[in-house]
């Protein structure tokens, strides 16, 4: 009975230090691949999402900034086309 209750606390704290392990790994490139941390500067040519519209069953208008301009996307099942693309307005 001893060597049953021996084997189960072994079994639980192998499990909790592989789950530990996992998540402390998942937090670590979480953090990495968001940027290299919080501290990190934002990159000019970073493509940033601002809004889609729907416009048909599996059609869309979509809105991005990229390199200082925002570009406006027609995207549907067959492809993606640029419809229009001006600067963005800079705030003093």
């Known amino acids: 009975m001893q060597e049953l209750l021996l084997n189960l606390a072994s079994t639980i704290a192998?499990?909790?230090?592989v789950l530990a392990l996992a998540w402390g790994l998942l937090r670590a490139w979480r953090r990495w691949s968001s940027g290299l941390g919080r501290g990190a500067a934002v990159d000019a040519d970073a493509l940033r999402f601002v809004r889609a519209l729907p416009v048909g069953a599996r059609e869309r208008v979509v809105l991005l900034d990229h390199a200082g301009e925002r570009w406006m996307l027609g995207v549907t099942a067959g492809g993606i086309t640029l419809l229009a693309r001006w600067p963005l307005e800079t705030q003093p």
């Not at 192998?14 to 230090?17: E, S």
């Open 14 to 17: 192998a499990l909790a230090f």
